[in-house]
């Protein structure tokens, strides 16, 4: 990738939170703090880091904010239950993504199999592997109080998540480019869409038939509403991959594909994200009706989706992960200096 090492000083993005505004309300839950209390808690008995990784992993990664803006209508013990979540899914993406197993993706493999063995054996004890132990007590919970169709959809989720890490472990290791195409497609299971739908399903306890899940319109506004996840995710995350070190982000495959410089690529990709809003209200006007309680349950669904994609959004701007020592509080035209190579 010799032709990135060379990238402008500096670089604009707008406002993409006004974008997925267009559609996406933000709303914000009142039980942050006591559910954080509690989820910090637990993770603080997981041997994931130690102190001093583990403080910088929980302040950097704001994720209390993140469940809060994301989950605004769960009661406490299920925002706790999310936040916990976001624990375990950013822990794990991280030891792909920049940790020991960034570029092996046989190290990744091994991983995902053990994290298996926790629901393919859900009479075996809890493993000691700590991001298997995590995902163990978190379906503990999950199984609680969720539908056995919102637990399946979970277990699905994670299996297509947990194998496009190792995916993009191997695209990492042969330091090969997908196509844009192929990228998005790809990204939609590294962006883990599917588990965040079977998230927020718990969070609200909500009973949803499978026929709901199998209907072409709501796949596709599925695929669109990850698409608003992702794209801003690799629009906000570029500064720091690319001072990773890290070519797996959608900006980097469009100015590969198309030839153009950063910039140029980001613009692409911001148009890309208004139209994708445009794709996702024509989509939304088309909904069929599965009858009037379940009509009722899937309006709470999209509503609470809509939430979590415009938290989701906020939270890129805050979280230091993205934007450690930036001002975002005018995102209107927003100017962010390049980091430099192997600043994080």
Partial sequence: MQRYESLPPQF???????????????RVNPHQAEADYAARSWFNQISVYDDRKKSKFLNYGKFDLFAALSFPDADSAHLETCIMFFFWAFSTDDLSDEGDLQSKPDAVQAGHDISVSVYTNPDGSRPKYPYAAMLYDLLTRFRGTSTIGAYNRF?????????????QSRNRSQDRMPSVEEFILMRRATIGGALVEAMIEYSLDLDLPDVVFDNPIIKAMSDATTDLMT????LCSFNK?????????L??????????GLQEAINILTEM???????????K???PSFGADVDAELERYLHALENFVQGTVLWYYFSPRYFRGVDVTNREYLVVPLFEKGAF
């Avoid at 277990?155 to 995916?167: N, P």
């Avoid at 794209?231 to 690799?234: A, E, H, K, R, Y």
């Avoid at 991959?241 to 982000?249: L, R, V």
């Fill in 12 to 26: 604009y993005l707008q406002d993409l939170a006004a974008i997925t505004g267009r559609v996406c309300e933000l």
């Fill in 155 to 167: 277990i699905k989720a994670f299996e297509a998540w947990s194998s496009s890490q190792v995916s």
């Fill in 231 to 234: 794209w801003p995710n690799d």
């Fill in 241 to 249: 991959e690319q001072a990773d070190g890290d070519y797996q982000n």
């Fill in 251 to 260: 900006v980097f495959c469009i100015m590969h594909e198309r030839d153009v």
């Fill in 273 to 283: 994200l208004n139209q994708r809003v445009d794709d996702y209200i024509n989509l």
């Fill in 285 to 287: 006007s088309q909904l």
